[in-house]
C-alpha cells in the first residue's frame, strides 16, 4: 500500500524535517501544487510560501524561501534555502524577508532590467501576501 | 651555567605555557566537535543538490543557451582563486598549506599567460599570501566577527563572486580550502566553482527522467547561483573542522613538547642543586680538615 511516501525538508543548515506524509503541498514557481503518493517524478523552483505537509502522525507547516522541490514516486525532497516551521515565524522574521525583498526590488528598478524589477515586484508581493495570510 | 633561580624561573614559565596550550587543545577539540556536526548537517543538502544539477546539466549542459555559470564564458584568460583560511593562526600548518597550494596555482597559471585575481577569506591566508600575490588582491572577507558559520556567510561571499563574474571580471572561478579527514590529516584542496562542474550521478537515480517546472533552462539558470553558495558553504565548513582539527594536534604535539622540557630542565635542576650541595660538603669537609 504506497498511501505515504517519505518527505524530507533539507536546508543548507541542517535538516528540518523526514517523515512519511500522504499529501504535500507546495508553493511551486508556477503555483501551487499538491503532491501525493505516486507522483510523477518533477522538480520544480518554489517562490516564498507555507509549505503544508499532511501524513499519518499529524500535520506540519513551514515557511520556505528560495529553493526547489524534487518529486519521485515514493519520496520528495525539499531544498529551501531558508525554512521555519510556521509557529516559529515572527513578525520580525517577515519584517526582513519583505526588507530585503525591497532591497532587492529597488536595486532591480535602479539598474533598469524590466523583467528583474517584475520578478523582484512579484517576490516583494508574495511576502507581503504571506504576512496577511499568517494574519501577522 | 644557569643559575638555580634561572632554572626555576624556566621551568614556570614552560609550565604555564603548557597550560595554555592544553587548554587551547580542549577548546579546539569542543569546537571541532561542534564544526564537524556542522558540517554533517549541511551534506545531506549539498548532495540532494549537486544530485539535481548533475542531471540538470547532464540535459541542458551540452546546448548553446546553457547559462554562463555553466560553459563559462568561452575563455580561460582571467582566472579568480578564492583562498579561504583562517582568521587565527596556531594551527600548525593549515593555513601555510592552503596558501601554498594557492600560490603554486597562481604560479602556474601566470606561467601559462594567465590573469590571476585572488579573493581573500580569512586573515592568515591574506597575510600568507601578501609578499607574492599581493598585487593580484581584488578583495577580501573578514570573518573575524563571526561567531558561527551560517548560510548567510557563504551568501554573502557568493553575491561578491557572482557580481564580479557578471561584470565579467573573471573566467574561472577557483576555491581553495582544507578538506577534513581527521584530526591530523587535512587535504588542501582546490575546487572549480565557476563553471560550474558536477559530479556523475550514481544509483538508480540516474535513469529517472523528470518533469521540469518552470523549464529546464529556467531552473538551471535559479539554481547555479545557489549551487556556487552551497559549494562555499560546504567548503568553509570543511575549512573550519579541519582549522579547529589542526589546531587540536598542533596543541597537542605543543603540550607534549613542553611536558618533555619540563622534564629536561627538571633533570638540570635537580644536578645543578646537587652540585651546589657537594661543593658546599667539600668546603666544610676540607675546612675542617685544616685545623
Known amino acids: 500500500m504506497a498511501n505515504t511516501m517519505q518527505f524530507d525538508l533539507v536546508s543548507p543548515e541542517r535538516s528540518l524535517a523526514s517523515f512519511p506524509v500522504s499529501a504535500v503541498q507546495i508553493p511551486g514557481a508556477d503555483g501551487d501544487m499538491t503532491a501525493m503518493p505516486d507522483h510523477a517524478p518533477t522538480i520544480t523552483t518554489l517562490r516564498p510560501g507555507i509549505l503544508k505537509a499532511e501524513g499519518p502522525d499529524g500535520n506540519a507547516e513551514f515557511l520556505v524561501t528560495g529553493g526547489f522541490a524534487q518529486i519521485n514516486a515514493d519520496a520528495m525532497s525539499v531544498l529551501a534555502e531558508k525554512a521555519i516551521p510556521v509557529g516559529e515565524v515572527t513578525r520580525a522574521h517577515l519584517d526582513e524577508m519583505i526588507a530585503e525583498a525591497r532591497a532587492s526590488h529597488q536595486n532591480a528598478v535602479d539598474q533598469g532590467h ?22 501577522l | 651555567m644557569p643559575s638555580l633561580k634561572d632554572l626555576k624561573n624556566r621551568i614556570e614559565s614552560v609550565k604555564s605555557t603548557r597550560k595554555i596550550t592544553k587548554a587551547m587543545q580542549m577548546v579546539a577539540a569542543a569546537k571541532l566537535r561542534r564544526a564537524q556536526e556542522a558540517a554533517e548537517s549541511s551534506r545531506p543538502y549539498a548532495e540532494r543538490f549537486n544530485t539535481v544539477m548533475a542531471g540538470l546539466a547532464a540535459s541542458v549542459g551540452g546546448s548553446d543557451n546553457a547559462p554562463m555559470l555553466l560553459r563559462g564564458t568561452g575563455k580561460d584568460d582571467v582566472h579568480l582563486l ?176 613542553a611536558g618533555e622540557m619540563i622534564d629536561k630542565l627538571t633533570i638540570q635542576f635537580n644536578r645543578s642543586r646537587q652540585a651546589v650541595i657537594t661543593n658546599e660538603l667539600i668546603e666544610i669537609i676540607s675546612g675542617a680538615e685544616a685545623l
Open chain 2, 82 to 257: 578564492v583562498v579561504m583560511t583562517a582568521e587565527r593562526g596556531l594551527c600548525g600548518g593549515f593555513n601555510s598549506s592552503i596558501a601554498k597550494l594557492a600560490r603554486v596555482k597562481a604560479e602556474e597559471l601566470r606561467g601559462k599567460g594567465k590573469t590571476v585575481k585572488v579573493l581573500t577569506v580569512g586573515k592568515k591566508g591574506r597575510d600568507a599570501l601578501k609578499r607574492d600575490l599581493g598585487e593580484f588582491f581584488v578583495g577580501h572577507v573578514d570573518l573575524s566577527e563571526v561567531k558561527r558559520l551560517g548560510y548567510n556567510n557563504a551568501q554573502d561571499i557568493a553575491r561578491d563572486v557572482l557580481g564580479r563574474f557578471d561584470a565579467g571580471e573573471f573566467d574561472v572561478a577557483t576555491i581553495f580550502f582544507a578538506k577534513f579527514q581527521n584530526v591530523v590529516t587535512q587535504i588542501p584542496t582546490a575546487q572549480q566553482i565557476i563553471p560550474a562542474a558536477f559530479d556523475e550521478v550514481e544509483g538508480d537515480d540516474a535513469g529517472t527522467l523528470y518533469d521540469y517546472e518552470p523549464s529546464e533552462e529556467a531552473i538551471l539558470a535559479d539554481l547555479l547561483p545557489k549551487g556556487v553558495a552551497t559549494a562555499i558553504f560546504s567548503a568553509l565548513l570543511e575549512n573550519g573542522a579541519s582549522e579547529q582539527g589542526a589546531r587540536m594536534s598542533a596543541m597537542d604535539n605543543a603540550t607534549r613538547n
Open chain 1, 114 to 135: 524590466h523583467s528583474i524589477v517584475d520578478e523582484a515586484a512579484k517576490l516583494l508581493a508574495d511576502m507581503e501576501a504571506l504576512g496577511t495570510h499568517m494574519s
